[in-house]
């Protein structure tokens, strides 16, 4: 998956006047519903109301919930206390990593302390492809004022009886609470974990659609371009915000790595000589390359399962990961890691590989990361048997890791393996193979995950090595997920000879396509959005 540039201010402004908000009303597809019992716009008795609603989703990746209530509303979605609200303004959730394929449950717990009340739900999921289904309160939701007993209303196949259909209200715009606003502020689709403040500091007039950056030899910010070049990204004027692009090189094209060591740019992308690692030395210090010059060249172009990325290693080393559909030519050293080998350990024939062609007649190793000198003359296989793991990172312990993609359509086979944060030992096979081949994790010979995260399309990772975020924070790994449209905080703890671990959100967006992450000097943390010519951008 390509990587996205963004930066971004949260600022939640619900409520809000003139043309914008008259015209956010009017896009508002819910309806205003209640009760069924006399005219609740006008007045209803005071108390608890329970509503739900199922909603069946095929693929969904993400989603987006707005509630406005009068007077106060606790929100669930698939037993999921999401959270509570009331009052004059709406209330926006992001339902990343909540909605899930197949049956979704959407649960209301209202209350009205006098007077007129009301509820309305603007919620949608969205799926990988783009396709949306809305979840909007209406004429199809059921409510009581009988309070259930026990969990069982919040989830699937719950037996409704003594439940009534809702009376409608009618549309927001023809509602006693239209001056309630549910226009969306530019950074309203993002949710921060509590304490942080987002900014915008580049948008994608000014940057394109990024899919890799890194930090120049100046401390400027160097980033690639989807369907361009690399660029120097610019504050003149020291305020925070970029304002101003330069060109690094236009000689390299859709760069998925970039990686500066001393006065040499390590960039994996199209380049003269084809798709490959080249280096660019900047020796002069102008934020122009002086030369384009091949390291390696791959076996499989650039792509979303190509060559990735390429980091410096606290050895010394440059590392380099490449997914499952492109390979290295350069013959490994004697003493490599991991070796070649003709056998994939399946032991049934014929294989059941994917119906839709996907990885059909690619062997193992799958995804690898190597190890190589800064001339690009030896190199090591390091770790292989991944699928298509985009990044990687060291912790300040000097051990590496990655976060590595699942295969979608296996969902709720025998071999699905989900989104997992990895732990690269040194010879170490994590099993991906094509189809039914797939080496579930606890083979003897394949090693388990660190951390599973479910559905996803991992993209940038980097460790949080500073002292500006809590504590909880120093020496975690924060993984980007473009499809789930979320920044994924890995907090590990050593365990024997590897880790254990567990994960909760930095930041949430319906969408938020990210695409890389940097950790800046002051302990900021930056990241770009791109991918599949979506909308570009940088945010800290």
């Known amino acids: 998956m390509l990587r996205p540039v963004l930066l971004l201010s949260l600022s939640m402004a619900l409520v809000c006047t003139g043309a914008q908000a008259v015209l956010a009303q009017q896009e508002v597809d819910a309806q205003w519903i209640w009760f069924d019992s006399g005219d609740p716009a006008a007045a209803a008795p005071a108390g608890k109301v329970w509503f739900r609603k199922e909603y069946k989703a095929d693929e969904p990746s993400t989603g987006l919930a707005t509630v406005a209530c009068?007077?106060?509303?606790?929100?669930?979605v698939n037993g999921q206390k999401i959270g509570s609200g009331g009052g004059a303004k709406a209330f926006r959730f992001s339902l990343s990593g909540i909605v899930e394929r197949g049956t979704n449950v959407f649960a209301i717990e209202a209350m009205n302390t006098s007077g007129k009340a009301g509820l309305l739900l603007d919620?949608?999921?969205?799926?990988?492809?783009?396709?949306k289904i809305p979840c909007d309160t209406g004429a199809g939701w059921k409510a009581t004022t009988v309070a259930p007993q026990g969990p069982g209303w919040l989830n699937p196949r719950f037996d409704e009886q003594g439940w009534t259909p809702v009376k409608v209200i009618g549309k927001h715009a023809d509602s006693p609470w239209k001056e309630i606003s549910f226009a969306a502020g530019e950074l309203d689709r993002f949710q921060v974990a509590e304490g942080f403040e987002l900014k915008k500091i580049a948008g994608p007039d000014l940057v394109g659609s990024l899919i890799a950056m890194t930090w120049g030899n100046r401390g400027r910010l160097i980033v690639s371009r989807e369907g361009g070049g690399i660029y120097n990204v610019i504050d003149n004027d020291g305020d925070g915000t970029y304002d101003a692009v330069t060109t690094y090189t236009d000689k390299l094209q859709n760069c998925q790595g970039l990686c500066m060591v001393?006065?040499?740019?390590?960039?994996?992308?199209t380049g003269p000589d084809g798709a490959g690692i080249y280096r660019l030395p900047d020796v002069d210090h102008n934020d122009v390359a002086d030369d384009v010059i091949l390291v390696t060249k791959h076996k499989g172009g650039i792509g979303e399962h190509g060559p990735h990325d390429v980091v410096f290693g606290p050895d010394g080393w440059l590392y380099h990961n490449i997914g499952n559909h492109a390979?290295?030519?350069n013959t490994p050293e004697a003493n490599t890691p991991c070796r070649d080998f003709e056998d994939e350990g399946y032991l049934l024939e014929p294989a059941f590989e994917d119906a839709n062609g996907h990885a059909v007649g690619i062997k193992a190793p799958g995804g690898t990361v190597w190890r190589f000198t800064p001339d690009g003359k030896k190199w090591w296989k390091e770790t292989v048997g991944f699928r298509?793991?985009?990044d990687i990172g060291f912790n300040q312990r000097g051990d590496l890791f990655t976060f590595d993609s699942d295969m979608e359509w296996d969902v709720n086979t025998p071999w699905y393996k989900p989104v997992r944060i990895n732990h690269c030992v040194p010879g170490a096979n994590f099993g991906w193979r094509s189809g039914a081949k797939n080496w579930p994790e606890w083979y003897f010979d394949s090693l388990p995950a660190t951390i599973d995260v479910g559905r996803g399309s991992?993209?940038?990772v980097v460790f949080y090595e500073h002292t500006q975020f809590p504590e909880k924070y120093r020496g975690a790994t924060l993984n980007c997920d473009w499809s789930m449209g979320r920044i994924i905080v890995g907090y590990l703890k050593p365990q024997g000879a590897s880790y254990t671990g567990t994960s909760d959100y930095l930041v949430t967006g319906n969408?938020?396509?990210v695409s890389d992450i940097e950790v800046d000097r002051d302990g900021s943390v930056v990241f770009c959005t791109v991918g599949r010519r979506t909308e570009g951008g940088i945010y800290r």
């Not at 009068?70 to 669930?76: A, H, N, V």
């Not at 001393?262 to 992308?269: H, I, P, R």
């Open 70 to 76: 009068d007077d106060e509303f606790t929100l669930w």
């Open 123 to 131: 919620a949608e999921i969205r799926g990988q492809g783009g396709r």
């Open 262 to 269: 001393f006065d040499d740019l390590y960039a994996v992308g």
């Open 327 to 329: 390979w290295i030519q």
């Open 388 to 390: 298509n793991h985009y």
């Open 458 to 460: 991992p993209t940038g």
């Open 511 to 513: 969408p938020l396509n």
